[in-house]
């Protein structure tokens, strides 16, 4: 197919720094993606339309008494939305295509490093995140008068871990991951469990304490976590240096993963 082979023809005709390969082939990907419809409706339009669905779920909750507030909880709900559809899952359906096409095996045979070649992958689906981030803020904002962030410095760690580890588990997913087709479903278990059991559409301070402290060692709490009590300001130094650290942890897993299971050459 013409339109693979343009997106490693195009990284290479890029500059001959590192910085000049990651920005050649993070353009190629970024009109890939474009013209991929099915991957912007992923990318861009679910994370923005899933956080309507917790409005209906915390009918039943006294979120006032957890010092909550439904603003926050859509919000949180949102960017945690964004990691998961606009960078995961986009990201493991889009390894698993440029390893089945052999992109990732020319790419290879030039100049970039392998972390070039998947960083530069996973450029463009970090920066829509961002942006997604950013806008779901300012909306919530606005529209649902949650005022400004209390805490930015914890907001920001929390999207940045989230997205990387997003990212990272994506790779790991890919390399398991036979076919452009099955990504869709190797993709669905840490999806389905992550929406449910890490605070996103659901409040881990409303569960048992046995059951909140485990929750919140699921890869993507931490990250959650330091997403709404950025906001709130009500999560003290210790909180946060354990959530910075357990989200860090996560990372170092994820890295290993993908060491340890990427695949470059087509499975068939």
């Given amino acids: ?33 474009l013209r991929n419809r099915s991957a912007v409706i992923t990318a861009m339009l679910i994370p923005l339309v899933l956080p309507f669905s917790v409005q209906l779920g915390m009918r039943e909750v006294d979120l006032a008494a ?23 899952a986009t990201l493991v359906s889009t390894f698993v295509s440029r ?3 052999l992109v990732l095996k020319r790419l290879r045979t030039g100049e970039a490093s392998d ?4 960083g530069g992958t996973a450029a463009p689906v970090l920066a829509v995140s961002l942006v997604q981030s950013v806008l779901l803020g300012v909306a919530c904002a606005v529209l649902l008068d949650i005022g400004a962030p209390r805490a930015p410095h914890l907001l920001v760690l929390g999207i940045v871990l989230g997205a990387l580890l997003c990212a990272a588990l994506a790779a790991a997913t890919a390399g398991l991951t036979r076919t452009v087709e099955s990504s869709q479903v190797s993709s669905m278990p840490f999806l389905f469990v992550t929406v449910i059991s890490s ?14 402290a485990v929750l ?8 959650i976590r330091l997403i709404r009590d950025g906001w709130l300001g009500t999560m003290t130094a210790a909180e946060a240096l354990t959530a910075v650290g357990t989200a860090l942890v996560w990372v170092v897993v994820a ?14």
Avoid: N
């Avoid at 290479?12 to 993606?33: D, I, K, N, Q, S």
């Fill in 255 to 268: 890295v290993f993963a993908v060491r340890r299971w990427f695949r470059w050459d087509p499975r068939r």
């Fill in 1 to 33: 197919m013409s339109t693979p082979t343009t997106a490693a023809g195009s990284a290479r005709r890029g500059a001959t720094t590192p910085p000049g390969r990651l920005r050649a082939l993070a353009r190629a990907e970024f009109t890939l993606l």
């Fill in 99 to 101: 390893r089945e096409e």
């Fill in 216 to 223: 919140d060692l699921l890869p993507l709490s931490p990250a």
């Fill in 199 to 212: 605070g996103m559409t659901f409040p881990t301070e409303v569960m048992p304490d046995r059951v909140a």
């Fill in 66 to 88: 957890h010092g909550l507030s439904l603003g926050v909880m859509m919000l949180s709900a949102g960017i945690g939305f964004s990691m998961l559809f606009a960078v995961y």
């Fill in 115 to 118: 972390a070039e070649i998947l």
